[in-house]
């Protein structure tokens, strides 16, 4: 009697361009989609509890439309050929995915690419929102399904700590812009410690509530940090903590409010973006 052969387990993908598919609390199964080199972290904002570790200079680490193209073709072909399950297409990775110069272009290849080879599966995108102002981007992000965009603060000083951003109010109006324009869900990071980057007093008060209302999201969700952040001294919310907001929120919004529970807690485990 021969052998039995073993079957190959679905490949998990770690390439400069496509990673995963990786365990998403938002999204389930979710393969991510990165447009920058794995050395870098591109991004218009410089959040203390980023995973990515700080911000650097656009210029230096963004991958070429090619490279980009040829990444996508082969790591999809991969997972057809291996029938790895898949529940979403994720715009993510190490930097903000709206700020590269071909982004629009990105868009429609990965939409024509996924009807030919991955029919079926719903795209997202994870951003801050800073390059919303530009009618393109807009366009492009409405043609995916699913759009998560950040809101940590409900003022400019906290934003500034928090985000390291700058200008809180064309930020606000370019969410509020997008929001009228498609769907949009708002994903909060809740910090508690230390003082100089927390933000739960923000998200406490009625500024917060405001931006939130303006904005009009289908969801907000709450959620703490889950991997080692770029400031090392920033600790995990409790979740205790996280459901008292959402009481609190749930009783002045008129949106849904869900909390994502953190998976791991310190000493941090072995992770993956997203």
Request: hydrophobic share 40%.
């Amino acid at each position: 009697m021969g052998e039995t052969e073993q079957e190959t387990p679905p490949p998990v993908l770690s390439t400069p361009v496509v990673y995963g598919p990786v365990a998403s609390r938002r999204l389930g199964r979710s393969l991510g989609i990165n447009l920058f080199t794995p050395a870098s972290k591109v991004c218009t904002f410089d959040c203390a509890y980023c995973q990515c570790g700080a911000a650097q200079p656009t210029a230096t680490g963004i991958l070429s439309l090619a490279r980009i193209k040829r990444g996508l073709s082969a790591s999809f072909r991969k997972l057809v050929r291996f029938g790895t399950p898949i529940q979403h297409l994720t715009f993510a990775g190490n930097g903000e995915p709206t700020i590269h110069p071909d982004f629009p272009e990105i868009v429609a290849y990965v939409l024509r690419l996924r009807d030919r080879l991955l029919p079926g599966i719903p795209t997202a995108i994870f951003t801050n929102g800073s390059a919303l102002g530009t009618s393109a981007i807009r366009s492009a992000i409405a043609k995916l399904d699913r759009r998560f965009l950040k809101l940590d603060a409900g003022d400019p000083q906290t934003a500034r700590r928090v985000n390291r951003s700058k200008n809180f109010a064309a930020i606000v109006h370019s969410l509020a812009a997008a929001a009228k324009e498609m769907p949009v869900e708002i994903s909060t990071a809740v910090i508690t410690a230390p003082a100089r980057f927390a933000n739960l007093n923000s998200l406490r008060n009625l500024g917060y509530v405001r931006v939130v209302q303006r904005i009009n999201p289908q969801r907000l969700y709450l959620y703490s940090i889950d991997r080692p952040p770029a400031v090392s001294v920033i600790e995990q919310a409790s979740p205790a903590v996280l459901l008292q907001l959402a009481t609190y929120l749930r009783s002045r919004l008129d949106v849904p409010v869900l909390v994502l529970r953190s998976r791991r807690t310190r000493p941090w485990a072995q992770w993956i973006w997203e």
